[in-house]
């Protein structure tokens, strides 16, 4: 070993026991454990502190959702039930002495750093921002097979491509995990607002105490509420377009993306998105949007793919009035992930704001999303002179027949006037087999009957809840049926 990588390997190990505190302290450090946990803990920390399972486990999602914090809260937990501090390593990869190190170079300097380099066995390693480093699944994977005593736990911001990697490469060897931004169930459960929600015993599950409340706090969800450092600092809500454009929006689209996919004209990237995201909802085709942004069909198709890869935005594809699927794709909607980042781009929105409309649908929307179901379309059809839409379909794969729909609205005035849903009424007569109609209101239930179905009227906020509510639980029912919990 030469005098400079000697020199660098000292630099790296020092860096290490900076980086992991609860080697000498024997806790993480304050600053973590003062910050509130994700409701997702619960179902992420089975499955690191399971060793005797020989999977790594690939925690996934965008920027500043809060996977460190959950790492470093799953460390104090390890702690806690009882394992030794100095069996749990912290790297994180995007740290620039790190480069162009391998994950095993980087575990044995840890280990000599702990003046244990040859001892191999009971150690939780944690690689944080691990899509930094080149053919990482390749890497992992060699030390899950490895070491068999050892649990390996990566996390990245490029959920898409991570996850396209960790199943080409790790099957069998990883375990994945997806940690969205906050849901509107999460928020509420963040803000301790729980009280607000009520059980309801007809219609839905839920219900509020107060109506207006509830609509305020659903408001400031769509506009802060992404993202947990936002939720708790009214420094960071009074500028959010310093804190989520800058840290958030900038960092994917200036450094994420160029990164991982050599993305070269990275203004024309941006001003596509500043495009989309001031349209959230709206429905685009290639040549409109080629036309409207400067940019090549080409060109488009990658730069889409790509602010998909990166967790920014949804494409969400169209069905016609038979809920049949398009020969070719001519057009399609676009929502945000999360109604948040328009905020940071524009400017927040309020009650009877002209976007609030289609925020709403953005927000509801994003709570199938972030909740990991994608398997849903949106009806739009022309047929002489007629046109309609319907905002939110779900298709049997195996019939090829819609079994449920949802209209998203921010008023009350179908609760009385049910008739005027035009739209909603043409896919009900052409498709039979509809088993659940939802449509969303301002304030308002109600149920209204049809000869073969009912119209179910909820509060869009109660809405949101309920969705995000039920996917959560859903996702906790499923992670311990794979875990044998």
């Excluded at 100095?86 to 750093?113: G, M, Q, R, V, W």
């Excluded at 944690?126 to 990482?136: N, V």
Aim: aromatic share 14%; with cysteine; net charge neutral.
């Amino acid at each position: 070993m030469s005098r400079f990588e000697g020199q660098l390997k000292e630099q790296m190990i020092r860096r290490m026991s900076i980086d992991n505190p609860w080697w000498i302290s024997g806790n993480i450090a304050e600053d973590y454990k003062g910050l509130p946990e994700r409701v997702y803990l619960s179902e992420f920390y089975p499955l690191v502190f399971d060793r005797s399972v020989r999977r790594a486990v690939i925690l996934m999602g965008p920027r500043r959702v809060g996977k460190t914090v959950m790492i470093f809260h799953a460390i104090s937990k390890l702690i806690e039930d009882g394992i030794d501090p100095h069996k749990i390593i912290y790297i994180s990869i995007d740290t620039p002495i790190y480069n162009n190190h391998s994950l095993e170079a980087l575990f044995d300097y840890a280990k000599e750093a702990l003046k244990q380099r040859d001892n191999n066995d009971g150690y939780y390693v944690f690689f944080d921002e691990i899509q930094y480093l080149k053919d990482w699944e390749v890497h992992l994977k060699s030390l899950v097979d490895t070491y068999r005593n050892v649990k390996f736990v990566a996390s990245g911001s490029a959920a898409a491509a991570l996850k396209m990697k960790s199943n080409e490469s790790g099957a069998g060897r990883f375990t994945d995990f997806m940690l969205p931004p906050l849901t509107f169930y999460e928020y509420i459960n963040l803000q301790k607002l729980d009280s607000i929600i009520v059980d309801r015993e007809t219609l839905v599950p839920y219900d509020t105490i107060n109506m207006d409340e509830l609509n305020r706090h659903f408001i400031n969800y769509i506009n802060y509420g992404g993202y947990p450092e936002v939720v708790f600092s009214e420094k960071i809500r009074s500028n959010p377009g310093l804190y989520i454009k800058n840290d958030i929006i900038d960092k994917v689209l200036l450094r994420d993306l160029p990164s991982l996919y050599g993305i070269t004209d990275i203004q024309e990237l941006n001003k596509l998105f500043v495009h989309i995201a001031f349209r959230s909802g709206n429905e685009f085709s290639y040549e409109k949007l080629a036309t409207e942004s400067g940019i090549k069909k080409e060109i488009l198709k990658k730069y889409l793919e790509y602010l998909e890869a990166a967790f920014l935005i949804k494409v969400v594809n169209r069905i016609d009035q038979n809920a049949k699927h398009m020969q070719r794709v001519t057009s399609f909607k676009i929502y945000l992930t999360n109604p948040s980042l328009r905020c940071a781009l524009f400017s927040p929105i309020d009650n009877d704001d002209d976007f609030m409309g289609s925020m709403v649908e953005t927000a509801i929307f994003a709570q199938w999303i972030q909740g990991g179901k994608s398997d849903f379309y949106y009806a739009n059809w022309v047929k002489g002179r007629e046109k309609g839409e319907v905002d939110i379909v779900w298709v049997d794969q195996a019939t090829q027949k819609a079994f449920s729909l949802a209209e998203i609205k921010w008023t009350d005035r179908y609760v009385e006037n049910p008739t005027e849903l035009k739209s909603l009424y043409r896919f009900l007569e052409n498709n039979q087999d509809i088993r659940k109609i939802i449509v969303t209101t301002k304030t308002q239930f109600g149920l209204y009957h049809l000869p073969n179905g009912n119209i179910l009227f909820v509060p869009s906020a109660i809405y949101a809840y309920w969705i995000s509510a039920f996917l959560f639980k859903n996702k906790k029912r499923e992670l311990l049926y794979t875990t044998g919990g």
